[in-house]
Structure formats: C-alpha cells, structure tokens
C-alpha cells in the first residue's frame, strides 16, 4: 500500500508541475507533429476550411431552429 501512496504522490507533483508550466509559458500544447520538418507549422492560428465549414452550418441549423 506504502507503494501506491508514494506513486501516486510522486504522480501527482509531476503533474502540477507541468500545469505550472504550461501556464507560465503560456503556450499551445502541442503533439509532435510526426517529427515534420517546420514546428512553427503545428499549431493552427486561424481554423482550417473544413472547421469553417462545419462552424457555419452549425450557426445556420441554429438559425433555422430558433
């Protein structure tokens, strides 16, 4: 049982160190991106067309519910 407290202790304070990371650094989480050649070109800043796409028919369901 003294096993699983610590692991999980330890587990826990791993965690909240990588939130305070994340939160200071105040960067994207991000995946690797398959090893790909440009890092920059990971994190999308504007949406993509088929993201576009599908917010403007959900707005315009909305629109014909309402």
């Excluded at 049982?1 to 160190?17: E, K, N, Q």
């Excluded at 440009?38 to 949406?47: L, N, P, R, S, T």
């Excluded at 707005?59 to 309402?66: D, E, I, K, P, S």
Aim: proline share 0%; with cysteine.
């Amino acid at each position: 049982m003294m096993y699983f407290i610590v692991t999980f202790v330890v587990m826990l304070v791993v965690i909240a160190i990588m939130a305070v990371g994340v939160i200071f650094g105040r960067r994207a989480i991000k995946g690797s991106c398959g090893g790909g050649m440009d890092k920059a070109a990971c994190v999308c800043v504007e949406k993509c067309d088929k993201r576009k796409k599908l917010d403007a028919e959900a707005a315009q369901a909305h629109l014909t519910q309402g």
